[in-house]
């Protein structure tokens, strides 16, 4: 059986929706994943970010079809394929622990998928070739798993994963046994690989890094929920809860309350600025400042931010220094400061901190007394 060709112009990648999609783990209370709505288009790169527990791998194991839906609805293109057992809905996986075949060598893992929809030999032969090159492993072709490293394991899964010409490619944080440097090598060969297959690729997980550097769009996850779905930059300077702003970056979180345009920390008042200010209303909010848009020194703007602070610590990174401060009366925050603008400082050291107001974003605080306030997203 060869590869069903796509029509013509027809893009290469199948879209996915999950329409309400429910998890309820038998013996559970609570549902794992929880009415999730989502919208994956056809050829994108999704992230499926969150911390453990959130619901990611149940949601991508119910599009696979290794986990039965509770309830709801999973549209491959349109089609409902919930009750599809996973062979026929044809989509690829990849796990974090490899999952070889620990009997059969590279060559034999790759081409297993196509033994299974019963491909011809010499068909088989050629696009395990293919595939291997595609990872870069054609020399490799005879080893066992034991003898390949954990970085080439995962290139010939994700090489067995799409020999068969998926239409979707999920991936189960498949970087995440890999040391740093390594990961990141693999991080670009999957960017590489979604390129070059332009088919939709659904990826799982908890390194916000990762997810900044690889995707299209990030669904947020959180208690089996989707917070926040957009484009890496809209998460970033636009997130829609106090959760989504320190989950992904570092940031500087002033709490407090919202009262005539101001915000009310208790300690300090600040200029909220318009980004998200209909979005936290009144009531409990935060105001979300990334600590690349903190100078120090005092805000150059009438009616920008500027907040007295000691200096508890500078730490030098190279591109940037990272200066962490104590506010008067208040928490912890953090400068990134750009080698030198800032003029010399040193721990003890006495700064004014400034802002401007559109630096700053408002949210619902839907975290509160969950941290002293205001405390920055652990320095990482
Ligand atoms: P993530 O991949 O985001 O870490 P999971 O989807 O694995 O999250 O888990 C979501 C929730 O479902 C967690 O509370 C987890 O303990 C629970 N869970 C996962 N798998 C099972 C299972 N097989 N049986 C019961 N509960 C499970
Ligand atoms: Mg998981």
Redesign the pocket.
Known sequence: MPETPNAPGAPAGASIEAEALTKV????ALP??DAVDLTIHAGEFMTLL??????????LNMIAGFEEVTSGRILLDGDDIARLPPYRRNLGMVFQNYALFPHMTAAENIAFPLRQRKVGRPEIDRRVREALELVHLGEHADRMPTQLSGGQQQRVALARAVVFAPRALLLDEPLGALDKKLRESLQLEIARLHTELGITFVF?T?DQEEALALSDRIAV?RD?RIEQVGTPAELYERPVSRFVATFLGDSNVFAGTVRDGRLDTGWCSLTTGTAGASAAGTGPAALVVRPENLRLGVAADPGANTLSATVTDVVYQGAFRRVLVRFDGGGAGQVRDTAGTGGAVAAGDRVEVGWAAEAGVLVPDDEPAATPEPEPAAAR
Request: charged share 10%; aromatic share 10%; hydrophobic share 20%.
């Open positions: 783990y038998k013996g559970s794992a994943v969150g911390p453990s527990g959130s619901g990611k791998t149940t949601t799982v908890h996850f089996g």
